[in-house]
């Protein structure tokens, strides 16, 4: 059995315990989703939950992902889309997340079964982008051996070229994304000091995607947001540093409505701060705990309309990651001093 294996049937009777909540949330998560077929969606999606938990649950990781690599592969070549198959498994996985937020034993669990689940939502991603592109590849090479026997056909080829090249651009750009995912999981899940945390999740996340400025803030107890950030060179401050100050600004109205605030030109924006010279568009994610806003990550970059849809989710991922991390730093502090 592998370490993944293993770490997943470690985390499967705590996934268990939480099965009807993670199916309602995963069913609220799809209700705005156009699902394939007629099938009735909650019937399917309890099958597959049962499915996954049943296989975890008898340390069968690695044969689920084998079988689901398989199945991605033969939908493929019948024709069907996987988009959305691939945003389904994404929700399931951050609705599992969610659920192993709910209480837990220790810190070392959690940041074991959140590694774990990670790395088994990224290969599940991955399976589904690779079967895709090898499917598109396989159909890209008929069409330019038929397209080859004609002149005729040189603009179809063409087209099918193109058709490619957009494919193969939004693939690695999924690919970018989750190793993003992957990265700040494996920097941060270690970490119990919430300084440092904020601090590594906000380096990782600007390194990764480039942007002007990424910060991770916190409510303190006085209603004062303090955390840290991570800056590109040449922005008018140091790479790092500490970020304090009242919950005003884009970050204030993402705290206050808790739902992601995307500004595209921030000149056009009244509640916008300029604190970062050079920014032209910024997002805002907050961190809910249990619904509450508790803190938020805050994206700058000097690209106007920088941020879409897709940034949106990977931001509200990220999110997920933090709280978990952010309430394991805290509980791992009240314990030590409880033991002073």
């Not at 470690?10 to 009807?20: G, N, T, Y």
């Not at 198959?85 to 070392?108: E, F, I, K, T, Y």
Request: net charge negative.
């Amino acid at each position: 059995m592998t370490p993944l294996a293993v770490s997943l049937q470690k985390a499967a009777p705590r996934l268990e315990s939480r099965r009807a909540a993670i199916l309602e949330a995963w069913l609220r998560a799809l209700a705005d989703t156009a699902a394939p077929g007629t099938g009735d969606l909650r019937e399917s999606c309890e099958r597959e939950l049962d499915i996954l938990l049943a296989r975890l649950r008898i340390g069968e990781a690695e044969e689920l992902l084998d079988e689901e690599a398989r199945e991605g592969a033969r939908r493929a070549r019948a024709g069907s889309s996987l988009q959305w198959r691939a945003q389904a498994l994404s929700r399931l996985d951050r609705c599992c997340l969610g659920a192993l937020a709910d209480g837990g034993d220790s810190a070392d669990h959690d940041r074991e079964a959140v590694l774990a689940l990670a790395e088994l939502g990224a290969r599940r991603l991955e399976a589904l982008l690779r079967a895709s592109e090898e499917e598109n590849h396989r159909r890209l090479l008929e069409t330019q051996d038929q397209a080859a026997q004609a002149a005729e056909k040189a603009r179809e080829l063409e087209r099918a070229n193109e058709a490619l090249r957009k494919s193969e651009r939004q693939s690695q750009h999924r690919a970018e994304q989750i190793a993003l995912l992957s990265s700040v999981a494996h920097r941060i899940a270690s970490i119990l000091d919430a300084e440092r945390l904020m601090q590594e999740a906000a380096e990782v996340i600007q390194a990764r995607l480039n942007h002007t400025y990424v910060a991770v803030v916190v409510l303190d107890d006085e209603g004062v947001l303090v955390g840290r950030w991570a800056g590109r060179a040449g922005i008018g401050r140091r790479s790092a540093g500490r970020a304090q100050g009242p919950a005003g600004g884009v970050i204030g109205r993402a705290l206050r409505k808790r739902a992601p605030q995307v500004v595209p030109d921030v000149s056009k924006d009244p509640d916008y701060h300029p604190d970062v010279p050079g920014t032209h568009s910024e997002m805002v994610i907050p961190l809910l705990d249990g619904g509450e806003a508790v803190g938020a990550i805050d994206f700058q970059t000097e690209r106007t309309g920088a941020f879409d849809l897709d940034a949106v989710a990977v931001g509200e991922t990220l999110a997920e990651f933090l709280v978990v991390a952010l309430r394991n730093a805290r509980l791992f502090s009240e314990s030590r001093r409880g033991q002073d």
